[in-house]
C-alpha cells in the first residue's frame, strides 16, 4: 500500500499565493510520477501539474506561468506553490502518485490519491 499525505491549502486572497505538499509513504519501489489535479464544486476533476521521474513536467494551460510544481524525490514529495490565484482556482486540491511498489516476485503498479486539501480564493 502506498499513502499519501497531503498539507497546505486554505483561504486566501484573489493575488494571493499558497502551497501545498504531498509525501508518499509505503513499501515504495519506484514512482514514475507525482502530480497535482482539482475538482471545483459540480465540475469533474481535472489535471492541474503532473512531474514524472524523467523531469518532464507538465501544467494546465489554466495555471501556466502561475503555479509551479517541483519535487523532491529523496523524501518522495511533490510541492505545488500557487502564486497569482484567482477566484476560479477554488477547488478541492489532490495529490496523485503513480508508480511501482515491492512485491513477489515483481514490483506492482500503484496509482494513488491523497484525501484532497480545501483552497478558497476569495476576498
Known amino acids: 500500500q502506498v499513502d499519501l499525505v497531503e498539507s497546505g491549502g486554505g483561504l486566501v486572497q484573489p493575488g494571493g499565493s499558497l502551497s501545498l505538499s504531498c509525501t508518499a509513504s509505503?513499501?515504495?519501489?519506484?514512482?514514475?510520477?507525482m502530480g497535482w489535479y482539482r475538482q471545483a464544486s459540480g465540475k469533474e476533476r481535472e489535471l492541474v501539474a503532473t512531474a514524472n521521474s524523467g523531469g518532464g513536467i507538465n501544467y494546465s494551460d489554466s495555471v501556466k506561468g502561475r503555479f509551479t510544481i517541483s519535487r523532491d524525490n529523496a523524501l518522495n514529495t511533490v510541492y505545488l506553490q500557487m502564486n497569482s490565484l484567482k477566484p476560479e482556482d477554488t477547488a478541492v486540491y489532490y495529490c496523485?502518485?503513480?508508480?511501482?511498489?515491492?512485491?513477489?516476485?515483481?514490483?506492482?503498479?500503484?496509482?494513488?490519491w491523497g484525501q484532497g486539501t480545501q483552497v478558497t480564493v476569495s476576498s
Open positions: 496523485n502518485c503513480r508508480g511501482y511498489y515491492r512485491a513477489s516476485p515483481v514490483p506492482r503498479m500503484f496509482d494513488s
Open positions: 509505503g513499501n515504495i519501489f519506484s514512482i514514475v510520477a
